[in-house]
């Protein structure tokens, strides 16, 4: 991603690093110009203004709890299939979260769950690549 303004450390006095200086580059080879640029990260931040209170956080857990232990704790399966912190009710109808997020269960009305994520890849190390 292109930043015209960094915070970060820099490869040299000037403040521009090697990379930045070639996605500048490549930016020309594309039909991007300057004006063009700045142009799109005007409306760039009118749009960020304007929803400025929004955010996505994406739980992704390589090696972490299952689902059943998190957002779809599977009571009325059997109990060899069901999470073993029991479940929290949320303020939606017919959604609960894991009995280890009473605090987010409470929030759940705020947020958009996402249960319906799927592959077809049986090994877990391709499927996240």
Do not use: W, Y
């Not at 479940?87 to 958009?112: C, S």
């Amino acid at each position: 991603m292109l930043q015209i303004v960094t915070s970060g450390s820099h490869g040299n006095c000037q403040g521009t690093t090697r990379r930045e200086f070639m996605q500048v580059g490549a930016l020309g080879l594309g039909g991007i110009s300057l004006a063009s640029l700045l142009a799109a990260k005007a409306s760039a931040s009118a749009v960020r203004e304007a929803i400025r209170d929004k955010a996505i956080v994406m739980l992704f857990l390589t090696g972490g709890p299952s689902q059943i232990e998190t957002f779809d704790p599977k009571m009325a399966a059997p109990a060899e299939n069901r999470s073993v912190t029991r479940a929290v009710a949320t303020r939606i109808a017919g959604v609960e979260f894991g009995g280890t997020f009473p605090k987010l269960a409470a929030l759940a009305d705020k947020m958009a769950v996402i249960r319906s994520f799927t592959h077809g890849e049986s090994n877990h190390t391709k499927a996240v690549e």
